[in-house]
């Protein structure tokens, strides 16, 4: 069965750039009946869709966040990666990675990583 | 962009009691609806898709009914292990989250 392991800094400074990456086990990234997201959820608050990408490179983005977003996929690796820019406080969650079956639901998702956004 | 309103905010709810949580969406989603599980500091879990089939492994005390705009999530007897968060999800158009409902102990 699939399982997602996010991973990278829990601390990021403010105007850098927080990168994350999701490594997927038990299946392959190439599948043609997934796309992989990444949702996060501020401390305390709700969850948030950030964006999708299909294996081909093809890549959805929350246009609240768009501008700051970049998504990309390494099919070798079975890895895809989260980069967003400009970040402030207000970007401080756990961001989590999801599996996404034919662009609609999320299952199953990461543990979750808390990303700070501190000096 | 499409706003999910989930209402209430939090239920208070005796184990063994049945729980109803309401989903709203501000434009019709069709039956594109999700609802997910979250217990504190877990990843939200997966209970229904398609607004009414469990996934796989959910307990059939978990039902999902609605289409269009108002939808909701039944637990037709609550358990120690079902007081948690309540999200609903739809993936008609781009993918938005309601606000969550909190089901807690009475």
């Known amino acids: 069965q699939l399982q997602l392991q996010e991973s990278g800094p829990g601390l990021v400074k403010p105007s850098e750039t927080l990168s994350l990456t999701c490594t997927v086990s038990g299946g392959s990234i190439s599948s043609s009946s997934y796309y992989w997201g990444w949702i996060r959820q501020p401390p305390g608050k709700g969850l948030e869709w950030i964006g999708s990408?299909?294996?081909?490179?093809?890549?959805y983005y929350n246009p609240s966040l768009k501008s700051r977003v970049t998504i990309s996929v390494d099919t070798s690796k079975n890895q895809f990666s989260l980069k967003l820019s400009s970040v402030t406080a207000a970007d401080t969650a756990v961001y989590y990675c999801a599996s996404q079956e034919n662009y609609n639901w999320f299952d199953p998702w990461g543990q979750g990583t808390l990303v700070t956004v501190s000096s | 962009e499409i706003v999910m309103t989930q209402s209430p905010a939090t239920l208070s709810v005796s184990p063994g009691e049945r729980a109803t949580l309401s989903c709203r969406a501000s434009?019709?989603?069709?039956?594109?609806l999700a609802w997910y599980q979250q217990k504190p500091g877990q990843a939200p879990r997966l209970l229904i898709y398609?607004?009414?089939t469990r996934a796989t492994g959910i307990p059939a005390r978990f039902s999902g009914s609605g289409s269009g705009t108002e939808f909701t999530l039944t637990i037709s007897s609550l358990q120690s292990e079902d007081f948690a968060v309540y999200y609903c999800q739809q993936y008609n158009n781009w993918q938005t989250f309601g606000q969550g409902t909190k089901v807690e102990i009475k």
């Open positions: 398609g607004a009414s």
């Open positions: 434009q019709s989603v069709s039956s594109n």
């Open positions: 990408i299909y294996y081909s490179g093809s890549t």
